[in-house]
């Protein structure tokens, strides 16, 4: 009995502890949320008593272009994410299976862009970029989104491609299978819970990219991150049209992660099937 008891009273305590963490950690979100019903007048008031109002969200949907700025940023982050699946998978595959001098070091390489600062590079880009004809283009944004999307995928796929089993390669290719089949039906299944956990980070760090398109675009192409500077740029900081922008612009990230939940937990926590 004592010891039912003890379970019991450490699982309260437990779920306690998690549902005030939850509370916490979602607490900005949700204040983030109220102040987009707040007039600029109410702002600075910490009351939740206050008179509702959806003007904030007529001025940014309505009455400005935020509504493209979102479309960009779709369109930008997500044929990013594509290009670096359809390279970097691949590459991750020759990484993880094929030895060849200096195989580690080109790793490393590969890795060491996405820890490098993007004002360390910018520079260069804009120039190079100017004289190519793609500045402020999508093509322009995709391309350079590769520093942050593509070091991401090739070294999380990479480990999950060395948790398989070599010999389920070579069996399948002893029943007559060619390499592109085994490689399309056998090992992409296997693997696809770290790609799909490692695509959705990639499109996370994509949308909220600042310094790239900051700076390579902002007037043919501008993403929901440099849009949102609108709101602070002028005479008067509008925090309620801020908040607006910043709630929109977390909506695809949240849907895409309910989506996926299966596949992104499994990929993020137990990893590929072990050999």
């Known amino acids: 009995m004592n010891l039912k008891l ?127 004809g793609i500045f402020d283009t999508y093509f322009g944004l995709i391309w350079v989104y590769q520093l942050i999307t593509m070091p991401l995928i090739i070294w999380v796929v990479r480990g999950y491609f060395e948790d398989v089993n070599i010999e389920i390669e070579q069996a399948a290719q002893l029943d007559g299978y060619p390499w592109y089949s085994v490689f399309l039906k056998i090992l992409l299944p296997l693997i696809k819970p770290g790609l799909v956990a490692a695509a959705l980070l990639s499109f996370i760090f994509a949308w909220n990219s600042f310094t790239f398109p900051l700076l390579l675009s902002g007037f043919k192409i501008e993403t929901v991150t440099v849009a949102s500077l609108k709101y602070i740029a002028s005479d008067t900081v509008h925090y309620g049209q801020m908040a607006v922008a910043a709630t929109v612009a977390v909506i695809p990230e949240v849907v895409l992660a309910l989506l996926i939940q299966k596949h992104l937990v499994r990929g993020l926590s137990f990893g590929a099937v072990k050999g």
């Not at 949320?33 to 707040?38: A, D, G, H, P, Q």
């Not at 007529?58 to 400005?64: D, I, K, N, Y």
């Not at 970097?88 to 862009?113: C, H, M, N, Q, W």
Request: with cysteine; net charge positive; charged share 15%.
């Open 6 to 132: 003890k379970r019991i009273c450490g699982a309260s305590v437990r779920n306690t502890l998690l549902a005030l963490y939850a509370v916490f950690a979602l607490f900005p979100i949700f204040w983030m949320i109220l102040i987009t019903f707040k007039t600029d007048a109410e702002m600075y008031t910490t009351t939740f008593i206050f008179h509702p109002t959806l003007h904030n969200y007529e001025e940014v949907l309505l009455r400005t272009d935020y509504f493209w700025a979102f479309l960009d940023n779709i369109i930008v982050s997500s044929l990013a994410v594509v290009v670096s699946v359809l390279a970097g998978v691949p590459a991750a595959y020759a990484l993880a299976r094929y030895k060849f001098r200096g195989k580690e070091d080109l790793a490393f390489t590969i890795l060491s862009f996405k820890f490098a600062p993007e004002i360390l590079v910018i520079l260069p880009l804009f120039m190079i970029y100017q004289k190519l």
